[in-house]
């Protein structure tokens, strides 16, 4: 089985979800379970973030002119009902059911064009950026899957590997222990070097993302994506160590 990890970068106006994300930087939203056929998706989303943002992203998803998912650059008539399944103050339950029409595309359904039936799907949603993780069998092509997804995409997003690796193996896709995307470990470097983890800070995000020539949401969700890396891979070193401790 192989792993593949990407984000989309979305462009303001070109995803209502996406566009609700970046208003209020705080506000998440991943997936808790999402499913594919040829003709169909289901899918269910957690949102966390303020009673605003909440407001923001289920108007998204309730009243967006097409599907969230759908990478057409305009109303493709496709079929699609979004229901609340449950709400509190900090929190957001969503279950999205989506009938595509030939002229949609969207990442799971090009990801079944050119990987396979069996491809598993994780989503998480913060700012302008949807990161996707794929767990695919690895007999597909994955080259005519980015190709096409690039087309689908067009101009309302960039794209940007962060991720490719045997599920198997803890090692990444260079045949080196796993680490942090090569964007990431640029922006993690930039901002030790200029003193953004000083205390006080020497730099603010503002100043770093300017030297490093891109925009602030895209430096803040690489050193968000990074710290979080680097703080799983710490516990997760601590608990093999107190294992092989405990076993002697």
């Known amino acids: 089985m192989r792993e593949l990890v990407f984000a989309l970068e979305y462009e303001p106006g070109c995803n209502r979800v996406a566009d609700a994300l970046a208003d209020h930087p705080d506000a998440r939203v991943r997936s808790l379970s999402l499913h594919a056929t040829a003709e169909r998706l289901w899918r269910v989303d957690h949102a966390t973030g303020t009673p605003e943002a909440l407001n923001a992203i289920e108007d998204a998803f309730l009243n967006g002119d097409y599907y969230a998912d759908c990478l057409a650059t305009e109303?493709?008539?496709?079929?699609?009902?979004?229901?609340?399944?449950?709400?509190?103050?900090?929190?957001?339950?969503?279950?999205?059911?989506?009938?595509?029409?030939?002229?949609?595309?969207?990442?799971?359904?090009?990801?079944?064009?050119?990987?396979?039936?069996?491809?598993?799907?994780e989503t998480r949603h913060e700012g302008r950026h949807y990161t996707w993780r794929l767990i695919h069998s690895g007999d597909g092509d994955v080259a005519a899957f980015f190709d096409a997804l690039k087309v689908a995409v067009g101009e309302c997003a960039q794209m940007e590997m962060l991720r490719t690796a045997d599920t198997t193996s803890a090692r990444g896709s260079d045949g080196t222990p796993s680490g942090l995307p090569p964007a990431q470990e640029a922006a993690l470097q930039a901002a030790v070097e200029h003193g953004y983890y000083e205390s006080p800070r020497e730099v603010d995000v503002g100043e770093l993302a300017e030297h490093l020539d891109v925009p602030r949401s895209t430096l803040t969700y690489r050193l968000r994506r990074a710290e979080e890396h680097l703080a799983k891979q710490h516990v997760a070193g601590e608990r093999v160590a107190e294992e092989r401790l405990a076993s002697h």
């Open 75 to 121: 109303d493709c008539n496709a079929t699609q009902t979004t229901r609340v399944l449950d709400r509190t103050d900090d929190a957001l339950i969503l279950y999205s059911d989506w009938e595509r029409t030939p002229t949609c595309a969207s990442v799971p359904h090009i990801a079944r064009d050119h990987l396979g039936d069996g491809v598993l799907f």
